[in-house]
């Protein structure tokens, strides 16, 4: 069992900047994937950006160099920089990862980004 503690986000106005970070814990677990997605009211959970285990972050077309994500394996942690935020970006961001050792995925509780005009 992987527990995720999510901190981070709140409110900004468009144009700032926001940090979510995430950790991992838990017995015997083994990350393979750690990322970020987000739900905005009314729409379905969406991709924001991934890090595998080859350390090579991957990111939604929609993120268009304002994220940056970054993952400390050997610490379990995986942090979102948002820069540049926008209205559309509000959602409640969710931590994933994806455990190999138990071949399951894991999600957050979720933390509120909300970007004001």
């Known amino acids: 069992q992987v527990h995720l503690e999510e901190s981070g986000g709140g409110l900004v106005q468009s144009g700032g900047s926001l940090r979510i970070d995430c950790v991992a814990s838990?017995?015997?677990?083994?990350?393979?994937?750690m990322g970020w997605y987000r739900q905005a009211p009314g729409k379905p959970r969406e991709l924001v950006a991934l890090v595998p285990h080859t350390n090579i972050a991957e990111y939604a077309d929609f993120v268009q160099g304002r994220f940056t994500i970054s993952r400390d394996i050997p610490n379990n942690t995986v942090r979102l920089q948002m820069n540049s935020l926008q209205p559309e970006d509000t959602a409640v961001y969710y931590c994933y990862v994806h455990d190999w050792y138990s071949d399951n995925d894991f999600w957050g509780q979720g933390t509120q980004v909300t970007v004001s005009p």
């Open positions: 838990g017995r015997h677990i083994l990350i393979a994937t």
